[in-house]
Every structure is written in structure tokens, then in C-alpha cells.
């Protein structure tokens, strides 16, 4: 089956920040750093990261829209971001026992954590982890 794009759809502009211009820019750098780690490159800018949260909450706050703010960490598995995450008070939401386990070693407080129901994490594991056996939370939540 051939998959066709219609050409009648807007073209998506990415966004590009300053400290990816400056690297994609800087050829020994980059020569470097593949020769170090090879290809491909997963790399993080972790005050982009930072700012990415501080714009979502002016928004959330300019509209006064009550929020809580999650990183998903099934988008990546860099242990920096998890606890860049903490740093910035936000919580993050796992999707196996293995990540639920990992923020929580990063010292996330179990209230700043979720699951996504389509997990490998079980109900009675998830309320041991947190503090709350799944049978107290049937009867009392």
C-alpha cells in the first residue's frame, strides 16, 4: 500500500533553539562527539528543558488554569531529566515498575508520580511503591 501526503497540508516549522544552531555549527565539536559516543547523538540541553517548563506555567497561570505538570518518561531514559524534573517541582509519569522505580531513586516524592494504565506496573505494586497498599485504596480512596 502506498501512503500518499496531501500536499494541501501546512508545512511544520520546527522549533530550532540557539544552543542547537550554535552546535550544529561548531564541526570539531561534533566531529568529537561522534567519535566519543557514535551515532546517533541523543543530546540534552537541560536549561531548554527548564524553560520549557517555566513557559508552560506562565500559560497555565496567565489563564489561571489549575495544573501539575508531568514529564513523560517513557519519551526518554536519561536519568538527568528525571531529576532535572524534581528540580523544577514537577512530577513524572511512568510507564514500567523499572521507571517507577528510577524517579523514585532520583528522590521524586511518590505524590509527584502517575501511571499510564497501559503499563506493566500492576495495581497492588504501583500502591506498595507509593505507600498505599492497593486493598487500602480500594476501601478508603
Same mark, same amino acid.
Given at each position: 500500500m502506498k501512503t500518499t501526503i496531501s500536499k494541501n497540508l501546512p508545512r511544520l516549522t520546527? $522549533?530550532?533553539?540557539?544552543?542547537?544552531?550554535?552546535?550544529?555549527e561548531d564541526k570539531k565539536l561534533l566531529g568529537t562527539l561522534f567519535e566519543t559516543y557514535g551515532s546517533p547523538l541523543?543530546?540534552?540541553?537541560?536549561?531548554?528543558?527548564?524553560r520549557n517548563i517555566?513557559?508552560?506555567?506562565?500559560?497555565?497561570?496567565?489563564?489561571? $488554569?489549575?495544573h501539575q505538570l508531568f514529564y513523560a518518561r517513557k519519551a526518554n531514559k536519561n536519568q538527568s531529566v528525571v531529576k532535572r524534573a524534581k528540580e523544577n517541582g514537577i512530577g513524572v509519569d511512568t510507564a514500567s515498575f523499572r521507571e517507577l522505580r528510577q524517579a523514585l531513586d532520583a528522590g521524586l516524592e511518590a505524590e509527584k508520580l502517575v501511571k499510564i494504565y497501559a503499563t506493566a506496573v500492576n495495581d497492588y505494586d504501583w500502591g506498595m511503591v507509593r505507600g498505599k497498599p492497593y486493598l487500602y485504596r480500594l476501601l478508603f480512596t
Open positions: 520546527p $522549533i530550532v533553539s540557539n544552543w542547537m544552531i550554535q552546535l550544529m541523543n543530546i540534552h540541553y537541560l536549561p531548554e528543558f527548564d517555566q513557559t508552560f506555567r506562565e500559560v497555565f497561570e496567565k489563564h489561571k $488554569i489549575r
